[in-house]
């Protein structure tokens, strides 16, 4: 049991640094005023690249980098669309998943039996070796991937960027009021473009993590609805970055657990009192089938009590989210 704990809690790290990466992108989209529902699509893409990157030249690195640069290029059609032609910000976002989907869909049937030796663990840098020993939690805190170090750096890089760099005071302020912004001498337009490709390059990271860390495989539609969940995790932190990362290790360890789930069983031995009520019910409630829903009812039950259980005034829902700024008209 110590080992299946043990090997939950890696898992955990891993799954949960997909949906840092993605949530981190859309919390600042959304807080220049722009929603992305094409987290998905963009994650597919940049796992696709990044995968078929990897494979050709041996890097990992290099295809982390296609990975974010390809989730840049779809997030740039979504600005094009939404900021500068003034689109109905759901229906591009929508419109760029099924995109991206079927473009990976495509171009990546041909690279699904291929392997690659993706980013490896390594030691938390000066600590890890010292700590890695800790029972239970060391593997997991001090053994992981780069990439999973570099998703918590980056969320403290994230924090600080929005709240105490004029940047990013100015890209909240045009989240809130565009307007008055703009009356302030703030580009909207300007700062809108570089919220949404900013997002779509973490997308493109989530997505390349995925198929370079998590997985080290190309799956067509691997991303298995994570890119909807990222979008759900920032509502959960109530566009906060701090509390995102607590949401992202919660839905990803709900994601390890319906992946590690089959190696253990929970059901009462034959001579257990009502066995033959409660087994049936065990093992219908640890069906794979069943179990891959968890994360999704999970984010609607988690989603709907954040919303409930909060006041609208302290919810921090960005005033100007999916709402097109025009200067001849505001």
């Known amino acids: 049991m110590v080992s299946f704990i043990a090997g939950l809690l890696d898992a955990t790290v891993q799954a949960a640094t997909v949906l840092l990466l993605a949530g981190m992108g859309e919390l600042i989209s959304e807080r220049a005023g722009v929603l992305n529902l094409g987290v998905e699509g963009m994650m597919l893409v940049g796992a696709l690249g990044g995968f078929i990157t990897t494979v050709l030249t041996g890097s990992h690195w290099l295809g982390f980098g296609v990975g974010i640069l390809l989730g840049m290029v779809l997030a740039l059609v979504h600005a094009f669309l939404c900021i500068t032609l003034k689109s109905n910000q759901v229906i591009s976002g929508v419109m760029l998943t099924l995109l991206g989907t079927g473009l ?7 690279w699904v039996e291929e392997s690659i030796s993706g980013f490896p663990q390594i030691t938390f840098p000066l600590v890890g070796q010292y700590l890695v020993g800790i029972p239970v939690i060391g593997e997991a805190l001090f ?8 998703a ?26 565009p307007e008055m912004a703009d009356t302030m001498g703030v580009s909207v337009f300007r ?34 609805g994570r890119g909807w969940i990222a979008v759900a995790l920032v509502i959960f932190a109530q566009w906060r970055p701090r509390r995102m990362l607590v949401g992202a290790y919660l ?43 968890y994360p999704y009812l999970a984010t609607i039950i988690v989603l709907a009590y954040a919303v409930i259980r909060t006041k609208s005034d302290q919810l921090a829902v960005p005033s100007a989210l999916l709402q097109s700024y025009s200067r001849e008209t505001d």
């Open 104 to 110: 990976t869909t495509f171009f990546g049937s041909g």
């Open 251 to 293: 839905f990803g360890l709900l994601d390890a657990l319906r992946i590690r789930s089959q190696s253990i069983s929970l059901t009462l031995g034959p001579d257990a009192p009502l066995a033959g009520v409660i087994n049936p019910i065990v093992e219908f409630l640890m069906t794979p089938q069943i179990m891959g829903t």
């Open 191 to 224: 700062l809108r473009y570089l919220a949404v490709l900013i997002g779509g390059g973490f997308a493109g990271a989530a997505g390349a993590h995925l198929s370079l860390a998590f997985s080290q495989l190309w799956v067509p539609g691997m991303t298995a």
């Open 143 to 150: 053994r992981s991937t780069a990439t999973d170090y570099l």
């Open 152 to 177: 918590l750096g980056l969320l403290v890089v994230v924090w600080y960027f929005l709240h105490h760099s004029n940047l990013g005071l100015e890209m909240i302020a045009v989240g809130e009021d």
